[in-house]
């Protein structure tokens, strides 16, 4: 990737949350933030707008925010894509070069030729990463320009999302009186941010476990070679906890976050938790329940989900490829016994990920 210089901003319209996030490029290439904005999510599900209203109002307050803390005006931003269920393909498109020195007129050529074969009318593309070249059959090569050779050939990693949702969601930012400077697609944006270089030569699935979607990034041989997506998130885990307790969502959501666990524990029958109910007012009626209660709503969800992220890459020959590591982001990765659980579903070895290279960021935010 390229050195950044002067202010970036990255903006994530997520399904819970809005983040906006200023960061100014320092003389060693890396960012120091400068400013944050957060804002509870509306208008969104699913990470596709559903009201643009409510989404507008959403984006303008968690971008004023972080414009305030970092005393500067934003004109463009780098906007994180989850919705439009993101998908992708390797594309390998070879070219005769006539033993001439190859250029940047050849590699562009090449690239625009596997663009252009490879785009389908139903999709838009997010992202043509190209992972990797090959002169005369010999691999492996990250940059060709000044080799010699007849045949050259660039296999090109292509993520591509319904346009639908990318579209509504570009409308909302225009609305915001913001450009898009580029796009991301979320799982790619957290393994760059999370991963180490070891990891993703050796191989690695960065699972981005977020509040409406769960996005999935292969990274082998230091290039993202996989991407996918599963509509299920975090709120349906509230949302089991508010159908199973009979309790308000806000409600649902606190427990979910301060008790809950993706595995029981010893202790859980023990401890007893009180359940606000629906309807109540908040010193009405309540329920007493045990913890384990909570802990057999939420793992389910959860092994659903981790099974899904596992067949998802056996359908799609990434299983084995993607080697034995795993790194869970997202704020579902932060429940208790979440990484346990992964492991034994995925049989895999799992951490958690938190940014590396990037100063300035609070503990709250940086996981």
């Known amino acids: 990737m390229k050195l950044r210089h002067g202010t970036v901003a990255a903006l994530d319209v997520g399904t819970t949350k809005v983040a906006c996030f200023i960061a100014r490029a320092t003389d060693d290439g890396t960012l120091r933030v400068q400013g944050i904005g957060h804002q509870?999510?509306?208008?969104?599900?699913?990470?596709?707008?559903v009201d643009m209203e409510e989404a507008e109002t959403a984006i303008r307050a968690a971008v004023d925010a972080a414009e305030q803390m970092a005393e500067e005006r934003i004109r463009e931003v780098v906007l994180n894509v989850s919705g439009g269920?993101?998908?992708?393909?390797?594309?390998?498109?070879?070219?005769?070069?006539?033993?001439?020195?190859?250029?940047?007129?050849d590699?562009?050529?090449?690239?625009?030729?596997?663009?252009?074969?490879?785009?389908?009318?139903?999709?838009?593309?997010?992202?043509?990463?190209?992972?990797?070249?090959?002169?005369?059959?010999?691999?492996?090569i990250r940059d060709p320009r000044g080799m010699f050779g007849d045949r050259l050939a660039v296999t090109i990693h292509m993520v591509n999302a319904n346009p639908g949702p990318l579209r509504n969601l570009s409308t909302v930012i225009h609305r915001c009186h913001l450009d898009i400077e580029a796009r991301v697609a979320s799982a790619y944006a957290s393994g760059l941010a999370c991963l180490v270089d070891d990891e993703k030569d050796l191989g690695v699935t960065c699972i981005d476990l977020g509040g409406g979607t769960t996005s999935i990034a292969v990274f082998q041989g230091g290039?993202?070679?996989?991407?996918?997506?599963?509509?299920?998130?975090?709120?349906?885990?509230?949302?089991?906890?508010?159908?199973?307790?009979?309790?308000?969502?806000?409600?649902?959501?606190?427990m979910k976050t301060l008790y809950g666990s993706a595995l029981p524990s010893p202790s859980d029958d023990r401890e007893i938790l009180k359940v606000p109910l629906v309807g109540e007012d908040e010193d009405g009626a309540s329920n007493q329940v045990p913890r384990s209660m909570l802990v057999q709503?939420?793992?389910?969800?959860?092994?659903?989900?981790?099974?899904?992220?596992?067949?998802?890459?056996?359908?799609?020959?990434?299983?084995?490829?993607?080697?034995?590591?795993?790194?869970?982001?997202?704020?579902?990765?932060?429940?208790?016994?979440?990484?346990?659980?992964?492991?034994?579903?995925?049989?895999?070895?799992?951490r958690i990920g938190r940014p590396v290279g990037l100063h300035g960021l609070p503990e709250a935010t940086g996981g």
């Open 223 to 254: 290039h993202l070679v996989h991407t996918d997506s599963i509509p299920v998130g975090g709120m349906h885990v509230t949302n089991d906890i508010a159908r199973g307790l009979s309790t308000p969502l806000v409600h649902a959501e606190r």
């Open 107 to 140: 590699i562009r050529r090449m690239l625009d030729h596997a663009r252009h074969h490879s785009q389908d009318s139903d999709r838009e593309m997010v992202h043509s990463i190209p992972i990797g070249f090959t002169v005369d059959g010999n691999d492996g």
């Open 40 to 49: 509870l999510s509306r208008g969104m599900r699913n990470g596709a707008v």
């Open 297 to 350: 709503i939420i793992q389910p969800r959860l092994e659903e989900t981790f099974e899904l992220v596992r067949s998802h890459l056996q359908a799609g020959g990434f299983d084995k490829v993607a080697g034995r590591r795993v790194v869970l982001t997202g704020g579902t990765a932060q429940l208790q016994s979440i990484r346990d659980l992964a492991s034994m579903v995925l049989d895999k070895q799992v």
């Open 85 to 105: 269920q993101p998908s992708s393909t390797n594309v390998t498109v070879e070219v005769s070069v006539n033993g001439h020195e190859i250029g940047e007129q």
